[in-house]
Each structure stands twice: as C-alpha cells, then as structure tokens.
C-alpha cells in the first residue's frame, strides 16, 4: 500500500509562491498517474493538477499558468509548484495516486496523504 505525505503547506502573502511535495513509500509511483487536489473551507474537494506517468500534464482552469505539477520518479516524489498565489488558493491540498492516465476524478485515486495547509492572506 502506497503512502504519501504531503509537505511544504503555510501561510503566504496574495502574490507569492510555495512548492509543495508529495512523498511516497510503500511502492513506486513511476508507473502511476499523481493528483493534487484541494479543498476550501465550507466546499467540496476539487482537482488542482495530474502529471502522467510519462509526464503529460492536466490543470484546473483557475489554476493555469500560475501552478505546475512536476514528478521526480528517482526521488519517488511528485511536487506542485504554486506562483501568483490568490487568497482564493487558500485551502487544504492532498496530492494523491491513480492507475488511470491523467485522470482527474477523485474515485479513479486509491492512495491519498493527509494534506497540507496553505493559506493566502490578502
């Protein structure tokens, strides 16, 4: 069973970036699709970014041009590199591990991390 633990969560100002990881263990993640997802006080989880397992990457169209999701098989690691950050980006981010290619839907993720929390102030 893949675990992951995500990292690198914290409290910015409107403008600035953060770089979040996603650690795994228990198993590679080299043949798997990785998922970020967050979840904002009060609404639903929705999809942030998936890379594939050959690197084709996917976004959320409030996050395009401002977020990349990137993957480092060697360090079996996947990150989300966060730039122009918004208040609206404010919330809990889980990244996350799939058999299906570029998927962005959450029942398609059998492993998840606990989640990490980011914070924009205005």
């Known amino acids: 069973q893949v675990q992951l633990v995500e990292s690198g969560g914290g409290l910015v100002q409107a403008g600035d970036s953060l770089r979040l990881s996603c650690a795994a263990s228990?198993?590679?993640?080299?043949?798997?699709?990785m998922g970020w997802f967050r979840q904002a006080p009060g609404k639903e989880r929705e999809f942030v970014a998936s890379v594939s397992r050959s690197g084709f990457e996917r976004y959320a169209d409030s996050v395009k041009d401002r977020f990349t999701i990137s993957r480092n098989n060697a360090k079996n690691t996947a990150y989300l590199q966060m730039n122009s950050l918004k208040p609206e980006d404010t919330a809990v981010y889980y990244c996350a591990r799939s058999n299906v290619p570029l998927t962005i839907l959450q029942r398609e993720y059998d492993n998840w991390g606990q989640g990490t929390q980011v914070t924009v102030s205005s």
């Open positions: 228990g198993g590679y993640i080299s043949a798997s699709t």
